[in-house]
């Protein structure tokens, strides 16, 4: 399908910096050519859409179902905007960051939503695409207007002065089709990937929780702890709060005292809740804070090696988790729902007892938490947390072999993630240059149905992404 990818014959100058050249016989037109604003109101019985970043124009429902989001909408929806299929709906505060799409849905969204309807016979498919890329986004955020970036709002006025490329219709048509065939098979390739990584991740939970909780001799006497999510546990082993082998402890800062509008792009680092996982801790999305704003929270300092424990969960991602601060983490703080224990190195080793609680997580969250969808344990619940353990020779012993055992599967699931994320860079780089006429995909799209079978196959063997990035780097 991809094989014979190519460019345009004559291009020319789009006027545009977020386009560049395009198709010499595409056109390029305003916004308010192509669209024109609607405000239906008064459909109160409609159902409840979302437009999000990640997944466009969503019943709410799904969204819900999928978070600890809960429903903000007010109970009187009558001001409400109806949204119908094929209509472009955007987040205003969120447009620069991708909160785009065409509704395949009828329902209502919120008054601070912007519903474009598209004239004539445009494919609004077309756009959808278009206005996901991260070329769109650049130039969504160029016609926003705010103080902060949390405020930026991309006003109904501004998006129809915003340029777009028109090709015709056939045209839209047969670019529609090919990303919808190719993002289709691109999008199964990273979920069988991501199948197999939870496979590893289970393997690789599994041996941690056989090894932390009963240790390295399989036949080795148990007693009982008399705590629930401990359960029996090796005979030689005591049973201890984590707040008694803890020299300091701390949460994160409740209220307004941190808060989005109050990051900066460098400054003291803030550990979040997706920042600590089972016994790792996530160094991607990072936030900061000045030094002047840390000085007004008080002491939620977090230095190398201290114990990371998450306060806040859900089903599949549960409260009681824990990792160890990495080194070179100062200066740092821990945010709301995160808590800092600094414990006894004389009595435990910080990287045993993060794998213990994230290994009997559930089970402790189970008891210990409050909340029946967002699974919450405070600072004294944590710090009264029992847990088992053996003394620091063993623990060492102990971690020796689960690093040994377990780093087969964290080389294939790294590999694996790598991959993923090659075939994310790709798709949105593919999505990118089809749309605005880098690539010419008309005859790929006529061959389509010729050729499933064949980009089937590729796809279920791991050579789309290797073959199709070769076909255009050759052309």
């Known amino acids: 399908m991809i094989d014979g990818l190519k460019p345009y014959t004559e291009y020319k100058e789009s006027g545009q910096t977020w386009l560049g050249d395009v198709p010499s016989h595409w056109y390029i037109l305003p916004n308010r050519a192509i669209f024109e604003e609607v405000k239906e109101r008064g459909h109160s019985d409609e159902e409840m859409l979302s437009v999000t970043i990640k997944r466009g124009v969503i019943r709410q429902k799904a969204l819900l179902a999928d978070s600890s989001k809960k429903d903000g909408s007010n109970q009187n929806k009558l001001a409400y905007k109806l949204v119908c299929p094929n209509d472009i709906a955007y987040n205003k505060m969120r447009a620069w960051q991708g909160a785009v799409g065409v509704s395949n849905f009828r329902g209502i969204v919120s008054p601070a939503y912007v519903i474009m309807r598209i004239r004539e016979k445009n494919d609004p498919r077309y756009f959808h695409h278009l206005f996901r890329t991260p070329h769109f986004a650049k130039e969504a955020e160029r016609w926003s207007y705010g103080i902060t970036s949390d405020m930026w709002s991309l006003r109904p006025e501004h998006f129809k002065m915003i340029y777009m490329p028109l090709p015709s219709t056939d045209e839209q048509a047969a ?273 389509i149905s010729d050729e499933t079978e064949a980009v089937d196959f590729a796809v279920e063997n791991g050579n789309f992404l290797t073959d199709t990035m070769t076909s255009i780097r050759h052309a």
């Open 175 to 447: 670019i529609v089709k090919f990303l919808d065939h190719a993002t289709r098979r691109l999008n199964r390739a990273i979920r069988a990937k991501q199948k197999v990584i939870a496979l590893l991740n289970e393997q690789r939970q599994g041996i941690i929780h056989r090894t932390v909780t009963r240790g390295l001799d399989p036949d080795v006497p148990l007693k009982p702890s008399g705590i629930p999510w401990l359960g029996d546990i090796p005979k030689h082993w005591g049973v201890v709060a984590l707040g008694r082998i803890s020299t300091a402890r701390c949460d994160g800062p409740f209220g307004s005292g941190l808060k989005s509008q109050h990051y900066t792009d460098y400054g003291i680092r803030v550990i979040r809740l997706q920042n600590i996982g089972s016994g790792h801790f996530n160094d991607r999305n990072t936030a900061y804070i000045s030094r002047a704003h840390y000085n007004t929270l008080g002491d939620h300092s977090v230095i190398a090696g201290d114990l990371l424990v998450a306060g806040l969960g859900e089903e599949r991602i549960p409260a009681g988790r824990a990792c160890i601060a990495p080194d070179r983490i100062e200066p740092a703080m821990v945010k709301a729902d995160c808590f800092r224990f600094r414990l006894r190195k004389d009595l435990v080793l910080p990287e045993f007892i993060a794998h213990d609680l994230s290994a009997t997580a559930k089970a402790a969250t189970a008891c210990l938490s409050r909340g029946a969808t967002r699974l919450r344990i405070n600072l004294s619940s944590m710090s009264s947390r029992a847990i088992a353990f053996p003394k620091l020779q063993e623990q060492k012993q102990i971690l020796s072999n689960v690093y040994r055992d377990i780093r087969e599967a964290e080389v294939a699931i790294s590999h694996r993630e790598r991959e993923i994320t090659l075939l994310r860079e790709f798709r949105t780089r593919l999505i990118a240059d089809v749309v605005t006429g880098k690539l010419d995909v008309r005859e790929a799209a006529r061959r």
